[in-house]
Protein backbone atom coordinates (compact mmCIF):
# COMPACT_ATOMS: atom_id res chain seq x y z
CA UNK A 1 0.00 0.00 0.00
CA UNK A 2 2.80 2.34 0.70
CA UNK A 3 4.34 1.31 -2.32
CA UNK A 4 1.29 2.20 -4.22
CA UNK A 5 1.03 5.37 -2.41
CA UNK A 6 4.20 6.29 -3.53
CA UNK A 7 3.81 5.28 -6.86
CA UNK A 8 1.16 7.75 -7.40
CA UNK A 9 2.72 10.55 -5.61
CA UNK A 10 5.53 10.15 -8.39
CA UNK A 11 3.18 10.26 -10.93
CA UNK A 12 1.35 13.43 -9.44
CA UNK A 13 4.78 15.08 -9.36
CA UNK A 14 6.20 14.50 -12.80
CA UNK A 15 2.97 15.83 -14.18
CA UNK A 16 3.24 19.08 -12.43
CA UNK A 17 7.74 18.72 -12.98
CA UNK A 18 6.65 18.65 -17.04
CA UNK A 19 5.23 21.68 -17.94
CA UNK A 20 7.27 23.19 -15.41
CA UNK A 21 10.10 22.11 -17.27
CA UNK A 22 9.07 22.94 -21.10
CA UNK A 23 7.83 26.18 -19.56
CA UNK A 24 11.37 26.81 -18.50
CA UNK A 25 12.84 26.02 -21.96
CA UNK A 26 10.17 28.04 -24.35
CA UNK A 27 11.80 30.88 -21.41
CA UNK A 28 15.20 30.29 -22.21
CA UNK A 29 14.84 30.02 -25.81
CA UNK A 30 16.57 33.28 -27.48
CA UNK A 31 14.15 35.37 -29.12
CA UNK A 32 14.42 37.83 -32.34
CA UNK A 33 12.33 41.14 -32.50
CA UNK A 34 11.05 41.27 -36.45
CA UNK A 35 10.22 45.18 -36.49
CA UNK A 36 9.05 46.49 -40.59
CA UNK A 37 7.49 49.45 -41.51
CA UNK A 38 5.52 47.57 -43.53
CA UNK A 39 2.04 44.99 -42.68
CA UNK A 40 2.56 41.48 -42.30
CA UNK A 41 0.28 40.38 -45.29
CA UNK A 42 2.01 41.84 -48.26
CA UNK A 43 5.14 40.88 -46.92
CA UNK A 44 3.84 36.89 -46.16
CA UNK A 45 5.75 35.10 -48.75
CA UNK A 46 9.43 37.19 -47.70
CA UNK A 47 8.78 36.01 -44.03
CA UNK A 48 8.57 32.96 -44.99
CA UNK A 49 11.83 32.92 -46.62
CA UNK A 50 13.27 34.76 -43.66
CA UNK A 51 12.29 31.09 -41.97
CA UNK A 52 13.70 29.55 -44.03
CA UNK A 53 17.15 31.39 -43.69
CA UNK A 54 17.13 30.93 -39.96
CA UNK A 55 16.07 27.15 -40.12
CA UNK A 56 19.04 26.62 -42.19
CA UNK A 57 21.35 28.17 -39.35
CA UNK A 58 19.48 25.48 -36.63
CA UNK A 59 16.64 27.81 -35.58
CA UNK A 60 12.64 27.16 -35.87
CA UNK A 61 10.62 29.00 -34.66
CA UNK A 62 8.72 27.55 -31.73
CA UNK A 63 11.27 25.08 -31.13
CA UNK A 64 14.32 26.64 -30.16
CA UNK A 65 13.73 30.22 -31.00
CA UNK A 66 10.89 32.98 -30.82
CA UNK A 67 10.15 35.71 -32.80
CA UNK A 68 8.70 39.35 -32.00
CA UNK A 69 6.84 40.71 -34.88
CA UNK A 70 6.26 44.56 -34.45
CA UNK A 71 5.00 46.14 -37.99
CA UNK A 72 4.43 49.75 -38.15
CA UNK A 73 1.69 49.53 -40.93
CA UNK A 74 3.41 52.95 -42.77
CA UNK A 75 3.50 54.82 -39.94
CA UNK A 76 7.34 55.31 -39.63
CA UNK A 77 6.44 57.56 -36.54
CA UNK A 78 5.66 54.34 -34.44
CA UNK A 79 9.35 52.64 -35.19
CA UNK A 80 10.96 54.56 -32.76
CA UNK A 81 8.59 53.58 -30.07
CA UNK A 82 8.48 49.54 -31.23
CA UNK A 83 11.90 49.29 -31.22
CA UNK A 84 12.16 51.03 -27.83
CA UNK A 85 9.62 48.02 -26.53
CA UNK A 86 11.79 45.27 -28.12
CA UNK A 87 14.44 46.73 -26.06
CA UNK A 88 12.36 46.35 -22.79
CA UNK A 89 11.36 43.16 -24.11
CA UNK A 90 14.96 41.88 -24.05
CA UNK A 91 15.35 40.44 -26.92
CA UNK A 92 18.07 38.70 -28.30
CA UNK A 93 18.68 40.27 -31.90
CA UNK A 94 16.72 42.69 -33.62
CA UNK A 95 16.79 42.58 -37.47
CA UNK A 96 14.70 44.96 -39.90
CA UNK A 97 14.39 42.68 -43.28
CA UNK A 98 13.33 45.35 -46.15
CA UNK A 99 12.70 48.19 -44.10
CA UNK A 100 15.35 50.63 -44.03
CA UNK A 101 13.30 53.38 -41.67
CA UNK A 102 13.37 50.22 -39.35
CA UNK A 103 16.94 49.96 -39.73
CA UNK A 104 17.64 53.29 -38.72
CA UNK A 105 15.07 53.31 -35.71
CA UNK A 106 16.36 50.33 -34.42
CA UNK A 107 20.13 51.53 -34.92
CA UNK A 108 19.03 55.02 -32.51
CA UNK A 109 17.52 53.04 -30.16
CA UNK A 110 20.45 50.65 -29.06
CA UNK A 111 24.26 49.97 -29.36
CA UNK A 112 24.77 46.48 -27.98
CA UNK A 113 21.79 44.44 -28.80
CA UNK A 114 22.56 43.34 -32.23
CA UNK A 115 21.31 44.23 -35.68
CA UNK A 116 20.83 42.79 -38.61
CA UNK A 117 19.29 44.35 -41.80
CA UNK A 118 18.41 43.77 -45.10
CA UNK A 119 18.14 47.63 -46.80
CA UNK A 120 18.43 48.71 -50.38
CA UNK A 121 20.72 51.68 -50.16
CA UNK A 122 24.21 52.19 -49.00
CA UNK A 123 24.72 50.79 -45.51
CA UNK A 124 27.89 53.14 -45.02
CA UNK A 125 25.71 56.47 -46.14
CA UNK A 126 22.56 55.85 -43.84
CA UNK A 127 25.44 55.17 -40.55
CA UNK A 128 24.05 51.76 -40.17
CA UNK A 129 27.85 50.14 -40.67
CA UNK A 130 31.61 51.43 -40.95
CA UNK A 131 32.20 49.60 -43.57
CA UNK A 132 30.95 46.52 -46.13
CA UNK A 133 33.70 44.06 -45.01
CA UNK A 134 34.44 45.40 -41.25
CA UNK A 135 30.99 46.91 -40.13
CA UNK A 136 32.25 47.60 -37.03
CA UNK A 137 29.48 48.11 -34.56
CA UNK A 138 26.21 46.57 -33.53
CA UNK A 139 24.82 46.12 -37.08
CA UNK A 140 25.39 44.05 -40.46
CA UNK A 141 23.22 42.62 -42.91
CA UNK A 142 22.34 42.56 -46.33
CA UNK A 143 22.13 45.33 -49.20
CA UNK A 144 20.49 45.09 -51.72
CA UNK A 145 21.61 47.82 -54.12
CA UNK A 146 18.22 48.86 -55.16
CA UNK A 147 19.12 52.30 -56.21
CA UNK A 148 22.47 51.30 -58.00
CA UNK A 149 20.46 49.98 -61.27
CA UNK A 150 18.15 52.89 -61.84
CA UNK A 151 19.88 53.67 -65.18
CA UNK A 152 19.26 50.20 -66.77
CA UNK A 153 15.93 49.94 -65.32
CA UNK A 154 15.20 53.00 -67.33
CA UNK A 155 16.59 52.01 -70.34
CA UNK A 156 15.10 48.97 -70.57
CA UNK A 157 11.95 51.13 -69.75
CA UNK A 158 12.67 53.29 -72.79
CA UNK A 159 13.22 49.55 -75.05
CA UNK A 160 9.56 48.63 -74.31
CA UNK A 161 8.15 52.15 -74.16
CA UNK A 162 10.02 54.20 -77.33
CA UNK A 163 6.95 56.50 -77.72
CA UNK A 164 6.81 57.98 -73.86
CA UNK A 165 7.86 61.30 -73.75
CA UNK A 166 9.07 61.43 -70.11
CA UNK A 167 9.96 59.07 -67.17
CA UNK A 168 7.74 59.55 -64.42
CA UNK A 169 8.91 58.33 -61.55
CA UNK A 170 6.98 57.63 -57.88
CA UNK A 171 9.01 58.06 -54.56
CA UNK A 172 8.30 58.53 -51.13
CA UNK A 173 9.63 61.70 -49.71
CA UNK A 174 9.75 59.94 -45.99
CA UNK A 175 11.91 57.44 -47.15
CA UNK A 176 16.03 58.17 -45.81
CA UNK A 177 17.55 57.30 -49.41
CA UNK A 178 14.95 59.02 -51.52
CA UNK A 179 17.02 62.45 -52.00
CA UNK A 180 19.66 59.92 -53.58
CA UNK A 181 16.96 57.66 -55.78
CA UNK A 182 16.25 61.27 -57.00
CA UNK A 183 19.15 62.38 -58.38
CA UNK A 184 20.01 59.25 -59.47
CA UNK A 185 16.65 59.09 -61.63
CA UNK A 186 17.57 62.63 -62.97
CA UNK A 187 21.20 61.54 -63.90
CA UNK A 188 20.14 58.35 -65.59
CA UNK A 189 17.13 60.10 -67.06
CA UNK A 190 19.25 62.60 -68.93
CA UNK A 191 21.74 59.72 -70.40
CA UNK A 192 18.89 57.93 -71.21
CA UNK A 193 17.21 61.10 -73.28
CA UNK A 194 13.90 61.69 -71.70
CA UNK A 195 13.10 64.48 -68.79
CA UNK A 196 12.04 62.74 -65.53
CA UNK A 197 8.76 63.90 -63.16
CA UNK A 198 9.26 63.09 -59.74
CA UNK A 199 5.38 62.22 -58.07
CA UNK A 200 6.02 62.12 -54.25
CA UNK A 201 3.52 59.77 -52.18
CA UNK A 202 3.65 58.78 -48.83
CA UNK A 203 0.14 57.57 -47.89
CA UNK A 204 -2.34 55.72 -49.86
CA UNK A 205 -4.25 58.47 -50.63
CA UNK A 206 -1.03 60.13 -51.66
CA UNK A 207 -0.94 57.58 -54.53
CA UNK A 208 -4.18 58.11 -55.62
CA UNK A 209 -3.87 61.85 -56.20
CA UNK A 210 -0.58 61.20 -58.25
CA UNK A 211 -1.94 58.82 -60.26
CA UNK A 212 -4.76 61.38 -60.59
CA UNK A 213 -2.38 64.52 -61.55
CA UNK A 214 -0.65 61.68 -64.00
CA UNK A 215 -3.58 60.88 -65.72
CA UNK A 216 -4.20 64.38 -66.50
CA UNK A 217 -1.02 64.55 -68.56
CA UNK A 218 -0.55 61.27 -70.66
CA UNK A 219 2.55 59.61 -72.30
CA UNK A 220 5.02 59.19 -69.47
CA UNK A 221 6.37 55.50 -68.41
CA UNK A 222 6.35 54.97 -64.85
CA UNK A 223 9.06 53.93 -62.99
CA UNK A 224 8.18 52.76 -59.06
CA UNK A 225 11.23 53.21 -56.49
CA UNK A 226 11.92 51.01 -53.87
CA UNK A 227 9.70 51.40 -50.33
CA UNK A 228 7.95 49.15 -48.03
CA UNK A 229 5.03 51.45 -48.54
CA UNK A 230 4.76 50.32 -52.52
CA UNK A 231 5.04 47.23 -51.57
CA UNK A 232 2.10 46.85 -49.52
CA UNK A 233 0.18 48.66 -51.68
CA UNK A 234 1.08 46.55 -54.65
CA UNK A 235 -2.08 45.42 -56.15
CA UNK A 236 -4.20 49.33 -56.08
CA UNK A 237 -0.57 50.74 -57.56
CA UNK A 238 -0.19 47.89 -60.40
CA UNK A 239 -4.33 48.50 -60.87
CA UNK A 240 -3.61 51.99 -61.55
CA UNK A 241 -1.14 51.74 -63.94
CA UNK A 242 -2.58 49.24 -65.83
CA UNK A 243 -6.09 51.52 -65.60
CA UNK A 244 -3.93 54.78 -67.21
CA UNK A 245 -1.79 52.08 -69.91
CA UNK A 246 1.31 53.13 -68.24
CA UNK A 247 4.06 51.57 -69.27
CA UNK A 248 5.69 50.86 -65.66
CA UNK A 249 9.02 49.34 -64.30
CA UNK A 250 9.30 47.98 -61.23
CA UNK A 251 12.03 46.77 -58.55
CA UNK A 252 10.90 43.35 -57.50
CA UNK A 253 8.95 41.07 -59.36
CA UNK A 254 6.08 40.41 -56.56
CA UNK A 255 4.69 43.55 -58.55
CA UNK A 256 4.64 41.72 -62.30
CA UNK A 257 3.66 38.25 -60.98
CA UNK A 258 0.35 40.04 -60.16
CA UNK A 259 0.12 42.13 -63.74
CA UNK A 260 2.93 44.90 -63.57
CA UNK A 261 4.82 44.96 -66.58
CA UNK A 262 7.96 43.88 -65.91
CA UNK A 263 10.83 44.72 -63.13
CA UNK A 264 14.46 44.17 -62.74
CA UNK A 265 16.12 43.69 -59.46
CA UNK A 266 17.70 41.34 -56.79
CA UNK A 267 15.53 38.57 -55.95
CA UNK A 268 14.07 39.46 -52.82
CA UNK A 269 13.38 36.38 -51.39
CA UNK A 270 16.78 35.21 -51.34
CA UNK A 271 17.84 38.23 -49.55
CA UNK A 272 15.37 37.81 -47.19
CA UNK A 273 16.47 34.20 -46.61
CA UNK A 274 20.08 35.29 -46.37
CA UNK A 275 19.19 37.56 -43.19
CA UNK A 276 17.21 34.62 -41.59
CA UNK A 277 20.76 33.06 -41.86
CA UNK A 278 22.45 36.35 -40.65
CA UNK A 279 20.53 36.15 -37.36
CA UNK A 280 21.33 32.55 -37.33
CA UNK A 281 25.00 33.46 -36.73
CA UNK A 282 24.46 36.05 -34.39
CA UNK A 283 22.40 34.02 -32.65
CA UNK A 284 25.37 31.36 -32.54
CA UNK A 285 27.82 34.23 -31.15
CA UNK A 286 29.02 35.60 -34.14
CA UNK A 287 29.47 39.64 -33.86
CA UNK A 288 27.80 41.66 -36.08
CA UNK A 289 31.36 44.09 -36.19
CA UNK A 290 33.21 40.87 -38.28
CA UNK A 291 30.07 39.50 -40.30
CA UNK A 292 30.90 41.42 -43.55
CA UNK A 293 27.87 42.43 -45.49
CA UNK A 294 26.09 40.96 -47.92
CA UNK A 295 25.63 42.52 -51.40
CA UNK A 296 23.84 40.67 -53.95
CA UNK A 297 25.82 38.61 -57.04
CA UNK A 298 22.35 38.77 -59.23
CA UNK A 299 19.82 40.84 -60.15
CA UNK A 300 16.63 39.10 -62.16
CA UNK A 301 14.71 40.83 -65.57
CA UNK A 302 11.06 39.28 -65.14
CA UNK A 303 8.85 40.84 -68.25
CA UNK A 304 4.55 40.13 -68.14
CA UNK A 305 4.17 39.51 -71.59
CA UNK A 306 0.39 39.46 -71.12
CA UNK A 307 0.64 42.59 -70.05
CA UNK A 308 2.57 43.83 -72.58
CA UNK A 309 0.04 42.96 -75.35
CA UNK A 310 -2.46 44.22 -73.47
CA UNK A 311 -1.21 47.56 -72.99
CA UNK A 312 -0.59 47.16 -77.11
CA UNK A 313 3.47 47.09 -76.50
CA UNK A 314 6.20 45.00 -78.01
CA UNK A 315 8.96 43.77 -76.12
CA UNK A 316 11.94 44.15 -78.10
CA UNK A 317 13.38 40.42 -78.92
CA UNK A 318 16.52 41.43 -77.21
CA UNK A 319 15.46 42.32 -74.24
CA UNK A 320 12.70 38.96 -73.78
CA UNK A 321 16.22 36.87 -74.83
CA UNK A 322 17.63 38.21 -71.37
CA UNK A 323 14.97 37.86 -69.46
CA UNK A 324 15.07 35.44 -66.54
CA UNK A 325 11.25 34.84 -66.88
CA UNK A 326 8.78 35.07 -68.95
CA UNK A 327 5.17 35.29 -68.06
CA UNK A 328 2.54 34.31 -70.27
Known sequence: MNNRRAFITLLGGGAV??????????EAMPVIGFLHSGSPEPNADRVAAFRKGLSGAGYVEGQNVAIQFRWAAGQNDRLSDLAADMIRQRVAVITTPGSTPASLAAKAATTTIPIVFLVGSDPIALGLVAS??????????VNVQLGEVVGKRLGMLREVAPSANRFVALVNPNTAFTDAVIKQLETSASEVGLPVEILRASTGREIDVAFANLAQK??????VAPDALFVSRKAHIVTLATRQALPAMYVTRDFTEIGGLMSYGPNLADAYQQTGMYVGRVLKGEKPADLPVVQPTKFELVVNLNTAKALGLEVPPALLAIADEVIE
Open 132 to 141: LNRPGGNATG
Open 218 to 223: PGGALL
Open 17 to 26: TLPLAARAQQ
